[in-house]
């Protein structure tokens, strides 16, 4: 009998000059290419994912602030899986082995469950269906609440996106997003959603394509520009024009973008390697939605509701 590989069963798209790969352990995107180019940052079936790249989010993205918070009158204490910062850090899913339960040469439907525990004492099952077409790699997330009481929720992507061979550095970008969350420098913790242009414009502000050059962010952005048919679209390209786009409707009202800077700098693997663009249902420490002055988005699922959120990345 095979030996599974570490990112767990691997499952491959094709349609027209896209293929995907879908690792089962957190329902993670492993490689999505178009014609052979690399629109994400990927990672080897046999290697331990790298952090959180590629993975489904779930049931919170990003950080619950040390840990804790408060939800229908109970205090609950999270396991912190970020120590360095001590945060309770992208949700409960992303280490969760899921399952098939349809699949075809472009599609692929996965599900696990995240059973009570101690900091989520709730059952949530969470779908996921990715879908390749010639518009490029659509995945949907669904979560249901089998307990019988309410259940805080919030999910997202976490794909590194690549542009092209040239440095991060040479990228240009365009996000339509008129407020970014400012944080503390070491621990990350949201302090203030303040307008781009008021913030820092030359390092938060992408409402006109630019040059990213040597900017490090690694924060959420809110007040997203949307088209006639609600949907905002990310867009990140190299110099010949080419590159990749990440779009995602209301159901994400926040997303987060990360340069991919990482402790060491060049010598460490993946530093700047792509740029996490991870459209998100709530805000950073969303779980503490009551501190905070402006609408966290935290969503709230009763018992047998169900809560949906899909975005799409394509070939540019």
């Known amino acids: 009998m095979a030996r ?33 180019r690399d629109l994400v940052v990927p990672f080897e079936a046999d290697e331990l994912r790298p952090g959180y790249r ?25 396991a912190l899986t970020e120590p360095g910062r001590g945060h309770a850090l992208h949700g ?14 472009d599609h692929v439907t996965l599900s696990a469950t995240i059973e009570p525990q101690a900091g989520y004492p709730w059952r949530v099952e969470v779908t996921t269906t990715y879908s390749l077409s010639t518009d490029g790699l659509t995945q949907s997330v669904r979560a249901r609440n089998d307990s019988a009481e309410p259940a805080p929720w919030g999910t997202g992507p976490h794909p590194y996106l690549v542009a092209g061979s040239s440095p991060l550095d040479e990228w240009t970008f365009r996000l339509p ?26 390092r938060f502000d992408y409402r006109e394509a630019r040059v990213l050059g040597g900017v490090e962010i690694d924060h959420a952005y809110s007040g997203l ?25 209301e159901a994400c009202p926040w ?30 420490d969303a779980y503490n939605a009551a501190t905070y002055d402006y609408d966290a988005g935290l969503i709230v699922l009763e018992p047998g ?7 799409r990345i394509f070939a540019v």
């Open 225 to 249: 520009g949307r088209d006639a048919d609600g949907f905002t679209t990310a867009t990140l390209t190299d110099a010949s024009g080419a590159g990749v786009a990440m779009t995602w409707d």
């Open 54 to 78: 590629g993975t489904t989010l779930a049931p919170w993205p990003n950080r619950v602030v040390d840990g804790r918070y408060s939800f229908g009158g109970t205090d609950h204490q999270l």
């Open 255 to 284: 997303v987060q973008i990360h340069t991919a800077d990482l402790p060491g700098g060049d010598i460490t693997p993946g530093h700047r390697a792509g740029l996490a663009v991870e459209p998100m249902t709530c805000a950073p």
């Open 4 to 36: 599974t590989p570490v990112s767990g069963i691997q499952h491959t798209l094709r349609s027209g000059a896209y293929e995907a790969v879908i690792a089962s352990v957190g329902a993670s995107l492993r490689a999505l290419r178009h014609d052979g």
């Open 92 to 105: 409960l899913s992303p280490w969760l082995d899921f399952h098939v339960t349809d699949r075809g040469t």
């Open 177 to 202: 997003a008129d407020d970014v969350l400012l944080v503390t420098d070491s621990r990350l913790i949201p302090t203030s959603l303040t307008p781009v242009a008021e913030a820092d414009a030359a």
């Open 305 to 311: 509701a169900e809560s949906a959120a899909s975005w």
